[in-house]
């Protein structure tokens, strides 16, 4: 059956993270207009670190261009997900 792993033993050391507000071109959020192809909250822009030498060798601003550029410190295992893709936590 979809969605059932069978013989699969749950791994107390393995842990997910998951953003609930982020979107991919695939599963939109909705049908408004600026919804639709978007990289929701993937394709954010860089912003400035702290710490003034850190901030010197990064360029803040710059926006992200999914999918080979997105923004996250961890690409998804799976790819950029869509939150509401009921197939992303299965």
Known sequence: AKGKRVGVVPDPAVHIF????????QNPW???????????????EV????????????????????????????YPDRGLYSSIDREVAA
Do not use: C, I, V
């Not at 998951?18 to 071109?25: I, L, M, T, V």
């Not at 408004?32 to 954010?44: F, L, P, V």
């Open 18 to 25: 998951f953003y609930a507000w982020f979107g991919n071109p």
């Open 47 to 74: 912003q400035s670190h702290w710490d003034s030498k850190e901030a010197a060798k990064h360029k803040a601003g710059k926006l992200m261009k999914p999918p080979e550029d997105a923004a996250t410190a961890f």
């Open 30 to 44: 909705g049908e408004a207009k600026h919804n639709m192809g978007n990289w929701r909250e993937w394709n954010q």
